[in-house]
């Protein structure tokens, strides 16, 4: 595992149950710095047990379904265990951390 990978994996940890975070904002907090683009390849890689799904689009958009609409129903069943209701297919705005 690279170091990336372990940081990434630090951050997910971080993110509080029940909330949620952009793929943008984790890449801001990467060393170095990355795109949030980057973030969602890399976020396939990760550790499964690292909390993937507290990461949506900055709009609060499912973006796990373009790749695989299995895993965008899995993320949307793990938020909802932790409270998190979708409004209009989105993460609400009070659920979304405006920083790490």
Avoid at 16 to 37: A, D, E, H, K, T
Avoid at 44 to 53: D, I, K, L, M, Q
Avoid at 79 to 95: F, I, M, Y
């Amino acid at each position: 595992m690279t170091e990336a990978s372990r940081r990434l994996a630090e951050i997910l940890h971080s993110i509080p149950f029940g909330r949620c975070v952009s793929y943008g904002m984790v890449g801001q907090v990467m060393n170095p710095p990355m795109s949030g683009l980057f973030v969602g390849r890399m976020l396939v890689s990760t550790h499964p047990e690292a909390p993937w799904w507290r990461v949506v689009g900055y709009d609060g958009t499912i973006k796990t379904g373009k790749r695989d609409p299995e895993l965008a129903a899995e993320q949307i069943r793990r938020l909802e265990s932790e409270g998190v209701r979708l409004v209009d297919d989105r993460v609400p705005a009070d659920v979304m951390l405006e920083f790490l």
